[in-house]
């Protein structure tokens, strides 16, 4: 069974970098044919794709946040990271970690998801 | 950017019924790459179907998807206990990828 697990500070400044940390359980990380990302849920509103990774380190952002997102990730861990710069309450959402499966289009869905973390952006 | 509409953005319907639900989208969706989400409270999102019409492991088979272009439904045929819950759509096959807004289905 595999497990995804969100971590993180709950509460973040605003004007601040928002930092979140997916640890996944099972050896699918060092496998190759599975990509990982990030999506988003502000409260009552719905889905937003942030952005994913894959194990070499090449990525895709949502053109939309790219400018303020990187995802990088530590195989050795079994971990990926989001980090958010100069958030703003726009950027208070549960946040998923996921694992994903690439399209012949170059772009993903998720297969397997995270329970999710909710992060505050609030002074 | 390829805009998703779900309909209705409620239903509400009772244990043994079957649900259908509706995602349009603005462009037409490359290759049928659709996939159909499950949410609820507390819980990991789960993957329903895939590529439109392709059950992902482990789901009951009263779940079921079809359509292409910019039509896509998913179909609950005999609604259970824990099928209540916000279904969501999304593509993936073109950039951005995007999501459908999602439909409540809730206990009649």
């Known amino acids: 069974q595999l497990l995804l697990q969100e971590s993180g500070p709950g509460l973040v400044k605003p004007s601040e970098t928002l930092s979140l940390t997916c640890t996944v359980s099972a050896d699918s990380f060092s496998n190759t044919f599975y990509y990982w990302g990030w999506i988003r849920q502000p409260p009552g509103k719905g889905l937003e794709w942030i952005g994913s990774i894959y194990y070499t380190g090449s990525t895709y952002y949502n053109p939309s946040l790219k400018s303020r997102v990187t995802i990088s990730v530590d195989t050795s861990k079994n971990q990926f990271s989001l980090q958010l710069s100069s958030v703003t309450a726009a950027d208070t959402a549960v946040y998923y970690c996921?694992?994903?499966?690439?399209?012949?289009?170059?772009?993903?869905?998720?297969?397997?998801w995270g329970q999710g973390a909710l992060v505050t952006v609030s002074s | 950017e390829i805009v998703l509409t779900q309909s209705p953005g409620t239903l509400s319907l009772s244990p043994g019924e079957r649900a259908t639900l509706s995602c349009r989208a603005s462009q037409t969706v490359s290759s049928s790459y659709l996939v159909w989400y499950q949410l609820k409270p507390g819980q990991a999102p789960r993957i329903l179907i895939y590529g439109a019409s392709s059950r992902a492991t482990g789901i009951p088979d009263r779940f079921s998807g079809s359509g292409s272009g910019t039509d896509f439904t998913l179909t609950i045929s005999r609604l259970e206990p824990e099928d209540f819950a916000v279904y969501y759509c999304q593509q993936y096959g073109s950039s951005p990828i995007t999501f459908g807004q999602g439909t409540r289905l809730e206990i009649k």
């Open positions: 996921a694992r994903l499966r690439r399209s012949y289009s170059g772009y993903d869905y998720a297969d397997y």
